[in-house]
């Protein structure tokens, strides 16, 4: 044990730790028993110019082969406080040239740092990029809620964090004849008057006379300003110590963050570095980087943001728990959910019911209840495989195709538009309806998912879908093309809802939570900059139309080999560039958009598979690995990396093969563990310890109420027209429906690639329509017909229900309530009638019914 | 959640996720989260609370302002029109004579001049969001009410609607603003409500077991379950919209009009029952857009019955002791032309119109800004007001911070508002 330690201090990185997923059964530990060793990083410390520093980070190592934080509480002390200090956050600041060693005492141990300090004599260099523009993101000056908006504020404007320092010091130094700085009495510069509030300022005060910030600003002003020169080094990456702890329930981690620059030296950005963390219920960080665990167990994460990168701190905070029973491991899945368990000391419920599995997976396949017969019948087979049977037969079934249409639907937008009954008087119209495009897309979907059409060959015929729009010879998937339009929409889209990232603040700022930059965002965007809408003219030629009046029915969706695409400050993008890739010389006889397809379906495409596993994961447990799940980020880690890592990885193994994706997912021992919460699972809701309960979608309730009442709905289109018999809700082809119950259980409009504008929750509103609604109340009648006629016994009848509404059979407390209910409330056939009607409606308004479980 | 900030940005610059919006809650009637229910339980009833209301009059079509509050008796004929001005109850204060039930209570209403817009075409979408119409669509001012919904009693919704209404965008169905055509209301009050037998019935049936009952969603529908029984049982929504409660005089003064007549009494019963963001058609709906005859249309048919309204609105408010917790706000979709047409009629002009402002425990009996001597001038002001900087001022009496960032659909931090600086001559 004392060898491997000293090991690892050898490393002088980061101690490398017993990493949630590939622990042993027990429980990793943190720090505790006696004191082992003691640790401090950096192992010497070197500080260069005025005000220079270095946090320290110590760590202790204990008997029990735990690590915890010791930063704040050892006692540190420089031997000669007259080159360096330290203080109580044991943070060494340089103060004159010279040696001196930083002694750190923790619980009888004891430890020396050697500091050597240089370079504060003489002129101090300062950069504008590298030193001004992080102290103003620091204090704030240039959020968005202040002068970093687009107009600025007060008529100070500073670009947002601070992303076009020319622009900034443009800005500071020129604008307003120049009243902002005085180089010549540096104290009665605005921007050192202002943020102190000794002048009016409209933010308040942000500044303390003499802190650090204080002083470099000042000392930038005496200078006179320097911009600094083109060939000074920049900041190139940005990494924290550590990047990853098993904390204590109830425990302080300090956190220390590097900045490379790329002349290759590295230099303490811990003072001026973001912090922010990414749950706040879990974890804490205040300014100087302390993270604090809020007495939640679980996983959670904190961003650092410094000159625009961006990484994340981990912290694991594991529950102890006795010994951990785990059910068997069916498949990759499992593997990766019980490790990550394991490493929480999670112990996962038990497997469900056979009733519950088949409501549970026909509901998530194919949006549709089991019927009574279908569930009876699943009950009471004997095969050992008959779950895994069942949802290969619910794959091939219509519904999953219709079901995940929809689904497919929302994302890529088949908005439709009104239709009416009228059937016109024999004038065709001169361009088709949009609704008619809608069908037909709708069609095409819905046929490519039955097929099972590989997810990659589907992506890659929406994106190069090209040609008319109306009449003869249109593709389906033109629709997507008339609902976004322009470039930059068709990349906000592509990216949101193929790779599962939000680029859309790169178009117009670098992206705050991102390395996107603008340059990242347009060379994404050239992939459609050949695009080329046109129209008929009056010659009867194709001819192109105006910018802002392309993508309208009718119009043709040309290609024009010169297309190109100019940002708002005129630069122009020719050169497509994938993202973290280089720009693509594409042959003019090449559409890029082949290109683009090329690269999303390629194996190393970093995005492509995870964002749709990561999506259908969502789909079948209620939340993303990545929550949002469209959202992936390095700021915004999976849940559960590995299992991200490797079902996007087998995703691609089986040629983009979406059922087999789902079979994976609904015969993994995960996907069958019961909601039933154990002693130690209660509070988790990340990391798939049980089954978390979801209430159903608007059409799938809707359904479900059609098809336990018998009584399916007529839908009405938006105009009018009404919907063939026999349309389910889940197999509307457009969002241009008037139904107020798919309205307020949260039918989406389909106004954006965003699932989340599918309304999920539960409100009121929706509780007030389904106990009191003409929606329910319309459709008991039937069902209450049919059991009046039904002369078998009660029990046979009750019996049958509970298997239609719930996939199950009634308690005996249950059967016995109803039919006491029944027997008292029965005084003749209009009482009786009555009478089933009410159980009918209480048993529409459980909980059981309504949730999906 | 990330914000654009920096640590110490504080109330300023704070920002919430979708998701943490959720378990903050604060919300309307309909958007009633868990939080909230569990806040109202443990709350016994408490006195009534200086909870403020706005009450939003739209003059659909744009009003001509300078045949109303922007008169200009020293301007040239093509501009100062046919009417005269009338002295009124405040020194200096002139309206149009055409409103003389106005001039009498000049001193209860305050109208800010040079209002400027961004939409020159009929749409309310600028007046209902704050916003100019765009790819990303932006929630009506009712439903971001709903949203930071602060008052005590959520008996009532918190936003009714019963004009346009751009509607919750990215916040999301549940903040809808309750309209009295809408399913929610239909449910409430169609059926009957609900037996205690089947109360009963499902009380006993409804036994998911209790350990899973442990999770957000399905509390969530156990405590709607019982509101939405109580709100079932109980008139107060409907009771507010019904204007036969009030005195047949008090319902002469407003006049019988639906629009502008009936829709201000139901508007001015609603902010008195407690919701905090109520919008209805003014007077003279689908007549101010007097590209011709402006003259003849507004003498004969609007401004009488305009005033006769308005009038009756704005004593009311006063009479029943609302002015310092009701604000009344009155505005078109922009401006009309000050130069008169070929066709004696204004055009549109978004460069400068009115809003006629009334309670609110602000500053009444002014008129802010100045249009110049013909009123077309539009430099008037270095930063005129906007619809936005009128809606800073409802969140300033609502106590909603502006700068509050909300997620949109693509997961971009949108600002409530962007121009946060309220009409500060109110104060």
């Known amino acids: 044990m004392r060898k491997r330690f000293s090991f690892l201090i050898g490393l002088g990185i980061s101690f490398v730790l017993p990493l949630a997923g590939r622990a042993a059964d027990k429980v990793p530990p943190f720090g505790k028993g006696s004191l082992i060793a003691l640790t401090a990083i950096p192992q010497k410390i070197e500080l260069n110019g005025v005000d220079a520093c270095q946090q320290l980070i110590v760590t202790g190592l204990y008997a029990n082969n735990g690590v915890r934080d010791l930063t704040r509480s050892a006692t540190c002390r420089s031997e000669n406080t007259a080159v360096a200090t330290v203080d109580t956050q044991a943070r060494v600041t340089a103060v004159a040239d010279g040696a001196t060693t930083i002694v750190v005492k923790a619980d009888g141990q004891t430890i020396r740092v050697p500091v050597v300090v240089s370079g504060t004599r003489g002129e101090q260099k300062i950069n504008f990029t590298n030193d001004i523009i992080p102290v103003l993101t620091k204090l704030g000056c240039n959020t968005g809620a202040c002068h970093g908006k687009a107009e600025g504020q007060n008529g100070f404007k500073l670009s947002l964090l601070g992303f076009e320092p020319q622009v900034d010091y443009h800005a500071l130094v020129r604008e307003s004849r120049g009243r902002r700085v005085i180089p010549t009495a540096s104290e009665r510069s605005l921007l050192l008057l202002k943020p102190v509030g000794a002048i009016g300022h409209g933010g308040g005060k942000r500044l303390e006379v003499g802190s650090p910030e204080y002083r470099i600003l000042k000392r930038w002003l005496a200078a006179g300003m320097p911009f600094g020169n083109s060939d000074d080094p920049k900041v190139v990456a940005i990494s924290v110590t550590p990047q990853h702890r098993i904390l204590d329930v109830k425990a302080q981690q300090q956190l220390a963050v590097t900045a490379h620059y790329s002349d290759g030296s590295k230099v303490d950005a811990t003072q001026m570095a973001e912090f922010r963390t990414n749950d706040s219920l879990l974890l804490d960080v205040d300014k100087d980087g302390l993270v604090t665990t809020l007495g939640q167990r679980g996983e959670g994460s904190i961003m650092v943001r410094y000159q625009g990168l961006v990484t994340v701190f981990r912290a694991t905070i594991p529950q102890e728990t006795p010994a951990l029973a785990f059910p068997k491991?069916?498949?990759?899945?499992?593997?990766?959910?019980?490790?990550?368990?394991?490493?929480?000391?999670?112990?996962?419920?038990?497997?469900?019911?056979?009733?519950?599995?088949?409501?549970?997976?026909?509901?998530?396949?194919?949006?549709?209840?089991?019927?009574?017969?279908?569930?009876?019948?699943?009950?009471?087979?004997?095969?050992?495989?008959?779950?895994?049977?069942?949802?290969?037969?619910?794959?091939?079934?219509?519904?999953?195709?219709?079901?995940?249409?929809?689904?497919?639907?929302?994302?890529?937008?088949?908005?439709?538009?009104?239709?009416d009954n009228k059937k016109g008087n024999g004038k065709k119209p001169a361009v088709d309806p949009i609704h008619k495009r809608a069908d037909e897309f709708h069609a095409w979907i819905r046929k490519s998912?039955?097929?099972?059409?590989?997810?990659?060959?589907?992506?890659?015929?929406?994106?190069?879908?090209?040609?008319p729009t109306s009449g003869s010879g249109v593709q389906p998937q033109i629709l997507w093309?008339?609902?976004?339009?322009?470039?930059?929409?068709?990349?906000?889209?592509?990216?949101?809802?193929?790779?599962?990232?939000?680029?859309?603040?790169?178009?117009?700022?670098?992206?705050?939570?991102?390395k996107w930059s603008q340059d990242d965002y347009w060379g994404l965007a050239a992939f459609f900059a050949r695009i080329q809408w046109q129209a008929v003219g009056k010659d009867k030629k194709l001819r192109p139309v105006r910018f802002r009046e392309g993508g309208r029915m009718g119009q043709v969706?040309?290609?024009?080999?010169?297309?190109?695409?100019?940002?708002?400050?005129?630069?122009?993008?020719?050169?497509?560039?994938?993202?973290d890739g280089d720009p693509i010389d594409v042959p003019e006889n090449v559409d890029p958009r082949q290109k683009l397809a090329d690269w999303m379906a390629s194996p190393e495409n970093p995005f492509f598979a995870k964002a749709l596993v990561n999506r259908y994961w969502g789909h079948f447990f209620g939340r993303g690995l990545v929550d949002p799940l469209d959202d992936l980020r390095i700021t915004n880690p999976p849940s559960n990396p590995d299992l991200l890592e490797a079902l996007a990885q087998d995703f691609i193994r089986s040629k983009f093969d979406l059922k087999h994706l789902v079979r994976t997912i609904c015969t993994s021992t995960t996907y069958q563990l019961s909601s039933l919460p154990n002693d130690h699972n209660r509070g988790d809701m990340k990391h798939h310890a049980r089954f978390l309960p979801r209430r159903l979608p608007a059409e799938v309730l809707l359904d479900a109420v059609d098809q336990v009442t018998g009584s399916p709905t007529e839908f009405t289109a938006m105009g009018g027209y009404k919907f063939p018999k026999g349309t389910r809700a889940i197999e509307l082809p457009d969002a241009y429906v008037s139904d107020y119950f798919l309205t307020v259980f949260g039918k989406p409009k389909r106004e954006s690639a965003c699932e989340c504008e599918r309304e999920t929750d539960v409100t009121l509103a929706q509780?007030?329509?389904?106990?009191n609604g003409s929606t329910v109340s319309r459709k008991l009648g039937s069902r209450v017909a049919r059991l009046m006629a039904d002369k078998r016994p009660e029990d046979e009848k009750i019996k049958d229900i509970y298997l239609s509404f719930f996939a199950r059979y009634p308690t005996a407390d249950e059967l016995g309530a109803i039919k006491q209910y029944l027997a008292e409330r029965s005084k003749d056939e209009r009482t009786r009638s009555a009478a089933y009607s009410d159980i009918l409606w209480a048993l529409i308004n459980t909980k059981e019914f309504i949730f999906n479980h | 959640m990330l914000t654009f900030l920096g640590q110490h940005g504080g109330k300023l610059c704070d920002g919430l996720s979708r998701r943490e919006f959720l378990r903050v809650g604060g919300l309307g009637l309909t958007g009633l989260t868990l939080a909230d229910v569990l806040r109202l339980k443990a709350q016994t009833p408490q006195r009534q609370t200086d909870d403020k209301s706005i009450i939003i009059v739209y003059l659909n079509g744009g009003a001509a302002q300078l045949d109303m509050f922007d008169v200009k008796p020293k301007a040239p004929s093509e501009f100062r029109g046919e009417f005269k001005p009338i002295q009124t109850n405040v020194p200096g204060f002139l309206v149009s004579e055409h409103l003389p039930l106005h001039a009498k209570i000049a001193d209860k209403y305050t109208i800010v001049q040079g209002m400027q817009t961004i939409t020159s075409g009929h749409s309310l979408y600028e007046a209902s969001s704050g916003f100019a119409s765009g790819v990303v669509k932006r929630p009506a001012i009712g439903s971001i009410i709903s949203r930071f919904d602060k008052r005590r009693d959520k008996s009532m919704p918190a936003s009714v609607s019963m004009a346009y209404d751009a509607g919750p965008a990215y916040l999301g169905p549940k903040y809808a603003s309750f309209s009295p055509n809408g399913g929610l209301m239909r449910d409430l009050y169609s059926n009957g409500g609900i037996p205690q037998n089947?109360?009963?019935?499902?009380?006993?049936?409804?036994?998911?077991?209790?350990?899973?009952?442990?999770?957000?969603?399905?509390?969530?529908?156990?405590?709607?379950?019982?509101?939405?029984?109580?709100?079932l049982a109980s008139t107060k929504i409907r009771e507010a919209f019904d204007v036969n409660k009030e005195p047949e005089k008090v319902r002469e003064r407003y006049g019988k009009h639906t629009y502008g007549g009936v829709t201000l009494l139901q508007a001015l019963r609603l902010a008195e029952a407690g919701v905090s963001c109520v919008t209805v058609y003014g007077p003279g709906n689908n007549k101010w857009d007097t590209h011709k005859n402006n003259f003849k249309t507004m003498k004969e048919q609007i401004l009488p019955h305009y005033d006769k309204s308005i009038h009756a609105m704005i004593t009311d408010l006063y009479d029943r002791g609302l002015d310092k917790k009701v604000l009344i706000a009155i505005y078109g979709e922009f401006g009309r032309t000050p130069r008169i047409n070929k066709n004696a009629g204004r055009d549109h002009y978004p460069q400068s119109g009115f809003v006629q402002l009334a309670g609110g425990g602000l500053k009444m009996g002014q008129t802010i800004g100045d249009t110049g001597l013909r009123g077309d001038w539009d430099i008037s002001r270095s930063k005129p007001y906007t619809i936005q900087n009128l809606f800073a001022t409802f969140y300033h009496l609502l106590g909603i911070d502006p700068s509050i960032k909300i997620p949109d659909n693509f997961g971009r931090p949108q600002y409530i508002l962007e121009q946060r600086e309220k009409i500060e001559e109110l104060f």
């Open chain 1, 481 to 514: 093309y008339l609902e976004l339009k322009t470039p930059e929409r068709l990349v906000d889209d592509t990216a949101q809802a193929f790779l599962g990232t939000r680029i859309q603040c790169a178009q117009c700022h670098h992206h705050p939570f991102e």
């Open chain 1, 767 to 771: 509780r007030v329509h389904l106990l």
């Open chain 1, 329 to 419: 491991a069916s498949n990759l899945i499992d593997e990766h959910v019980f490790a990550k368990l394991r490493a929480l000391g999670i112990p996962p419920s038990a497997l469900c019911t056979d009733g519950e599995f088949i409501r549970r997976a026909s509901l998530d396949i194919t949006g549709t209840l089991p019927t009574a017969e279908e569930a009876a019948k699943f009950i009471a087979d004997k095969d050992p495989k008959k779950r895994e049977k069942l949802v290969d037969e619910l794959l091939q079934r219509p519904a999953y195709a219709a079901y995940f249409a929809l689904k497919w639907g929302d994302i890529l937008r088949v908005r439709g538009g009104t239709r």
């Open chain 1, 557 to 579: 969706l040309g290609y024009d080999p010169k297309g190109k695409l100019e940002d708002r400050h005129g630069k122009v993008y020719d050169k497509p560039r994938a993202l």
């Open chain 2, 198 to 231: 089947r109360v009963d019935l499902l009380r006993s049936l409804d036994n998911l077991r209790r350990e899973i009952d442990a999770h957000e969603q399905l509390l969530a529908t156990d405590e709607f379950t019982k509101k939405a029984i109580e709100m």
């Open chain 1, 449 to 467: 998912l039955q097929e099972n059409k590989p997810y990659d060959q589907f992506v890659r015929e929406v994106l190069t879908a090209q040609g």
